[in-house]
């Protein structure tokens, strides 16, 4: 089902680059996200857009990093291959990835703690109408910990979510940010791979979207 984003996913390394936000830099106005996927080598490989429409503006600025949103992900010719959509919440995020047509693919959770930044990874069965199949992954990193280690079941290193700074002073005066997904183990899954991504997103409005 996720046949057509085997350009975008099936790579050792991903750079997703988000964009700056100039009327949240100049007046603080939170505009929607954009994200630029690369490889390694900086070819493009496709683009993520949050959806937005009045109400969602709106809300945007009111409910800031804890909103819901909908992200779509294209390939560099402008066709969805699937979307991220990521529910408001308080205090542990979950963002889910789904196709297209939105059957789900499985989901990300934060599990909140006080001295760690933890998450959960879980693929979702497509026959059990998006009931949780099986964690797959956790991710694991001090609380103030840019380097976000996904582990497997046994604690053995998978892959690796980093974030890079695109240069000094400007990150001081935007929130544009870079994060470079490695994966270590080549024989991931389309399917897990979409959740590295959906990792990616949810890590950044979590910590450093603001």
């Known amino acids: 089902r996720l046949s057509m984003a ?6 050792d390394a991903i750079v997703v680059t988000r964009g700056i936000e100039w009327a949240q830099v100049l007046v603080g106005f939170e505009q929607a996200n ?14 993520m857009t949050e959806q937005s429409d ?18 779509h992900i294209f390939d560099p010719e402008g ?10 919440y308080w205090i542990s995020s979950h963002i889910f990835a789904e196709t297209p047509t939105g059957d789900s693919i499985g989901s990300v959770k934060m599990d ?5 930044r933890k998450y959960d ?5 497509a026959e059990s109408q998006g009931q949780v199949h099986a964690q797959f992954a956790k991710i694991v990193a001090p609380m103030l910990g840019w380097d976000f280690h996904i582990q497997d079941a046994q604690g053995q290193h ?16 935007t929130d544009a940010g870079s994060y470079a997904i490695h994966m270590h183990q080549m024989d991931f899954t389309l399917e897990q791979r979409a959740l590295l991504l959906a990792a990616a997103v949810s890590i950044d409005f979590d910590y450093f979207s603001r």
């Not at 085997?6 to 790579?11: A, D, E, N, P, S």
């Not at 909140?112 to 760690?116: I, R, V």
């Open 6 to 11: 085997t350009q975008i996913l099936q790579r």
């Open 34 to 47: 954009k994200y630029t996927l690369r490889d390694a080598s900086g070819d493009v490989l496709g683009f």
């Open 54 to 71: 009045f109400t969602k503006t709106l809300m945007r600025n009111v409910t800031t990093n804890h909103r819901s949103f909908v992200a």
């Open 79 to 88: 066709d969805l291959l699937f979307r991220l959509r990521r529910p408001f």
């Open 112 to 116: 909140w703690q006080l001295t760690t």
């Open 121 to 125: 990874m879980f693929l979702h069965d």
């Open 158 to 173: 998978m892959a690796s979510i980093n974030r890079n700074f695109l240069g000094f002073g400007k990150e001081i005066f």
